[in-house]
């Protein structure tokens, strides 16, 4: 199977909300106190032009037979000025999606070295991301690519 990587047009839209909508589905079945099925397409037509047209966001897609399997989404990001927190420029990699039935076939490695090239090229000095604990398979996805867990988000319900 031929993969291709290339950056998001305008005219894939819907094709990427079948994506998005898979990874949301995901953390909704997971996490239903935190995610809901929205209405319409799952991300709005300006929200996914404004993505393409920001110069520090980057997207990323995976065509197989031309049809979009894969996609990633990640911004540059430049820390606040704060005494105490050393100045950085990095990137954050937002949603990062393989379409089940295309999985465990080096999809997602391959769109996360595009965006470990895009953030280079973008004079960013890491790669950094939230990954929900559920999420067993993505951990280990992301660990076996050289992530280290830097901090925890705890909740405790009231």
């Given at each position: 199977?031929?993969?291709?990587?290339?950056?998001?047009?305008?005219?894939?839209?819907?094709?990427?909300?079948?994506?998005?909508?898979?990874?949301?589905?995901?953390?909704?079945?997971?996490?239903?106190?935190?995610?809901?099925?929205?209405?319409?397409?799952?991300?709005?037509?300006?929200?996914?032009?404004?993505?393409?047209?920001?110069?520090?966001?980057?997207?990323?897609?995976?065509?197989?037979?031309?049809?979009?399997?894969?996609?990633?989404?990640?911004?540059?990001?430049?820390?606040?000025?704060?005494?105490?927190?050393?100045?950085?420029?990095?990137?954050?990699?937002?949603?990062?999606?393989?379409k089940a039935g295309y999985q465990n076939?080096?999809?997602?490695?391959?769109?996360?070295?595009?965006?470990?090239?895009?953030?280079?090229?973008?004079?960013?000095?890491?790669?950094?991301?939230?990954?929900?604990?559920?999420?067993?398979?993505?951990?280990?996805?992301?660990?076996?690519?050289?992530?280290?867990?830097?901090?925890?988000?705890?909740?405790?319900?009231?």
């Amino acid at each position: 199977m031929q993969i291709n990587i290339r950056k998001a047009r305008q005219d894939d839209y819907d094709a990427l909300c079948v994506l998005f909508d898979e990874i949301d589905a995901l953390h909704r079945n997971h996490l239903p106190h935190l995610f809901q099925k929205g209405d319409g397409a799952a991300r709005e037509k300006d929200y996914y032009e404004a993505l393409l047209a920001e110069e520090n966001i980057s997207l990323f897609v995976a065509e197989a037979d031309q049809t979009l399997v894969g996609l990633i989404h990640a911004e540059i990001i430049e820390t606040p000025v704060f005494p105490i927190i050393v100045p950085r420029r990095y990137t954050k990699v937002d949603n990062l999606v393989v379409k089940a039935g295309y999985q465990n076939q080096g999809i997602g490695k391959r769109l996360m070295d595009v965006v470990q090239d895009w953030a280079i090229a973008n004079e960013a000095t890491s790669l950094e991301l939230t990954v929900y604990e559920f999420n067993k398979t993505a951990i280990a996805f992301y660990e076996k690519a050289g992530f280290q867990s830097v901090s925890r988000k705890m909740s405790k319900k009231i």
